[in-house]
């Protein structure tokens, strides 16, 4: 569920594995107006449905819905995918999970453990992100514009705000950079930032996935860092709400990737 929701890979996504693990199933995108997001989702759990992934506005109002959720959904407060079962919802973000092995994937030997990391923004997608990294044992500064929304994601997920205009010097000795606002993004302005402080070793993360190659990226591996692009983060969210629906642990693969691409 989403508003909109057309441009949406998911069913592209879960529709290849549900193909592939020969299961009878089907993955639909439901377009839902925010004032309809409670009565929808109740409906669908009458229906019948397994359960639903949320996206963009319905992530908080999803957390409010569900009956109950697990601690890491406590901490991000929000949740992207819900499962039904005996009459209750409950609610879980996968996207902390999504982002820790798209990292896994693009870097191997890489450890957050110790790690420095600069996170830019503090949206819904930052919370994720920096719950994920501070879990694993990184040390975490957020940037954002507004600099008060990245007080109140440190002071309720951990990890030190920044004032944006510090960014470029934030990259001295870090480990991880990661962008999680909308800049860069397609019909967006493009992210402004220096990277000339940042040591050729650490990674550099984009949750962007269109277009897939964002100036930051194509910046990165120009002077030699490892680039971690969005799809990573969207296929392996979706690898534990899958197993949860339909019972099969799903694989993300090159030909998957392929798949998923050719849908935009
Ligand atoms: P999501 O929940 O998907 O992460 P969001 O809550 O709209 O989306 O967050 C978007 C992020 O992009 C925010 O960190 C936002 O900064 P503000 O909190 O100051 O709004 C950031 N962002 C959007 N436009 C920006 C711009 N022109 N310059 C800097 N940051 C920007």
Request: neutral net charge.
């Amino acid at each position: 569920m989403g508003f909109p929701v057309a441009h949406s890979l998911s069913p592209r996504l879960h529709n290849f594995w549900l193909d592939r693990y020969g299961i009878d199933g089907a993955y639909v995108p439901l377009p839902v107006a925010p004032e309809h997001f409670s009565s929808a989702l109740r409906s669908l759990a009458q229906l019948g449905f397994a359960g639903v992934n949320v996206t963009v506005p319905h992530k908080e109002a999803a957390f409010a819905a569900a009956d109950e959720t697990d601690d890491l959904a406590k901490r991000i407060g929000a949740i992207n995918m819900l499962t039904f079962k005996d009459g209750r919802i409950f609610g879980r973000n996968t996207d902390a999970f999504g982002f820790r092995e798209s990292l896994r994937e693009a870097a191997p030997s890489w450890s957050a453990k110790g790690a420095k990391a600069v996170v830019l923004g503090a949206g819904g997608a930052a919370r994720a992100v920096v719950a994920a990294l501070i879990d694993e044992g990184a040390a975490v500064t957020v940037a954002n514009r507004t600099r008060s929304r990245a007080e109140a994601l440190t002071a309720s997920i951990g990890g030190m705000a920044a004032d944006w205009d510090n960014r470029a010097r934030l990259l001295a000795g870090a480990d991880l950079l990661v962008n999680t606002t909308v800049l860069g993004m397609e019909g967006k302005d493009a992210l402004d930032l220096d990277l000339g402080a940042l040591p050729k070793s650490a990674l550099v993360a984009d949750i962007v996935y269109v277009p897939l190659e964002t100036k930051l990226l194509v910046e990165a591996r120009r002077r030699g860092n490892t680039a971690v692009d969005g799809l990573g983060m969207l296929l392996h969210q979706a690898r534990p709400a899958f197993a949860a629906w339909f019972g099969r642990e799903p694989e993300v693969t090159a030909e998957l990737r392929r798949h998923v691409l050719a849908g935009r």
